[in-house]
């Protein structure tokens, strides 16, 4: 049995003896949104948050706020944001190769998904490969290694590669975002706008021919488009890099999506034959 504190949330999950089975507790995380577990000791609910220091500082309301609170703080929160992108691009502007934008990025405090991620999820491969994968965001078998795709999807996106002769050794991996948005949910624009510099500068450094997009998240962020994948997937796209080179991308679906929707597999076996005709693998 788990005892909790007393408190009227969880009143309908307890019984007389003010506990609850493991049953209704597990219900009782699934409906408050937890996933997974982080840690081997419990906490009790009756301490105190440690103080929890915001990445990002938002301003104390001021007088025009007080008419209008969710206005100002709307207004707060986008200045934030402008702020943290802006810092996210010096950042990068001084990361000279992938070392030091991977310590960059493990430093930046500018997104808060890094206060609930574990790890900072930054790409993984060959630094100078001919191609760079990318998709949406850790999930949390990668928020748990701190490497991309290493969980389902990852597993069935290496079987799909070897039949093209592609493995980890041959291309470079990575996320529009570094951290994991909690309980996987979809991330905010504002969370995709201040880790775009970072996304970006990996593939300044890289200086890829080709770019392969998992998903639509990662094309639409990329291109700044709003294009659903099944428009976007299997067509080239021309992504202009600083080097003067213009990388050929082209979208497919999620392996994610694919674990959902097999009947869709030989759509992206099609994309990736069109990268095989072109030499990659
Ligand atoms: N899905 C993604 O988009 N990225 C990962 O790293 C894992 C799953």
């Known amino acids: 049995m788990i005892t909790l504190a007393k408190n009227p949330f969880y009143s309908k999950y307890m019984n007389m003896e003010n506990s609850i089975d493991i049953k209704s507790a597990l219900e009782f995380y699934l409906l408050a949104g937890v996933d997974e577990t982080v840690g081997e000791s419990s906490m009790s609910l009756n301490t105190p948050p440690e103080k929890v220091v915001l990445p990002i500082s938002i301003k104390a309301p001021t007088s025009t706020s007080a008419s209008n609170p969710i206005r100002q703080a709307t207004t707060e929160l986008a200045q934030a944001t402008v702020s943290a992108c802006q810092n996210a691009h010096q950042l990068c502007a001084q990361a000279q190769n992938l070392n030091e934008l991977r310590q960059a990025v493990e430093n930046f405090d500018g997104c808060a998904l890094k206060l609930t991620a574990t790890h900072t999820v930054f790409g993984d491969g060959n630094p100078e490969a001919k191609i760079v994968l990318i998709g949406e965001a850790p ?143």
């Open 139 to 281: 999930g949390a078998d990668e928020d748990r290694v701190g490497v991309p795709f290493v969980g389902r999807s990852g597993q069935l996106l290496d079987k799909m590669l070897s039949y093209i002769s592609l493995d980890r050794s041959k291309y470079y991996i990575t996320n529009i975002l570094p951290w994991r948005p909690p309980g996987n949910r979809t991330p905010t624009g504002g969370e995709i706008a201040v880790c775009l510099p970072f996304l970006k500068r990996q593939l300044e450094l890289i200086n890829p021919d080709y770019i392969l997009l998992l998903g639509g998240s990662s094309a639409n962020a990329l291109f700044d488009n709003q294009d659903p994948i099944s428009k976007l997937r299997g067509h080239w796209l021309e992504y202009p890099l600083p080097s003067g080179k213009t990388a050929q991308a082209l979208a497919t679906f999620h392996p994610a999506y694919l674990l959902r929707n097999s009947g869709q597999k030989s759509k992206a076996w099609a994309d990736l034959l069109k990268l095989h005709k072109e030499g990659v693998g």
